[in-house]
């Protein structure tokens, strides 16, 4: 069993920032990788930003200048820095996470998503 608690979102006015944590815990082997999506209302959800283990980084043109995506793998937390956020990045943002549990399968969870709200 493994849990996933995300927090961090909220409302924001224009170029204001957050950020976003993801933190797994429970039978967990490794994880790799971790991610961010979105989804806003009447929208397909959509990648945001994803890391490996080893710290590469895939983030989506939309918000490459302004989100940064990062990890302790330590603590088995990603975190999603959010600056000179805009009010298109409204939306629900869900983790990702693909892990190998401690009975060596594979396995894929999502958070329950947090609600980030830019105001103009």
């Known amino acids: 069993q493994v849990q996933l608690v995300e927090s961090g979102g909220g409302l924001v006015q224009a170029g204001g920032s957050l950020r976003l944590s993801c933190a797994a815990s429970?039978?967990?082997?490794?994880?790799?990788?971790m991610g961010w999506y979105r989804q806003a209302p009447g929208k397909q959800r959509e990648l945001v930003a994803v890391?490996?283990?080893?710290?590469?980084?895939n983030v989506a043109d939309s918000v490459k200048d302004r989100f940064t995506i990062s990890r302790d793998n330590a603590e088995n937390t990603a975190y999603l820095q959010m600056n000179s956020l805009k009010p298109e990045d409204t939306a629900v943002y869900y983790c990702?996470?693909?892990?190998?549990?401690?009975?060596?399968?594979?396995?894929?969870?999502w958070g329950q998503g947090t609600q980030v709200t830019v105001s103009s």
């Open positions: 890391i490996t283990g080893g710290g590469s980084t």
């Open positions: 429970g039978s967990i082997f490794s994880i790799n990788p």
């Open positions: 990702n996470v693909k892990l190998v549990g401690k009975d060596w399968r594979r396995y894929e969870y």
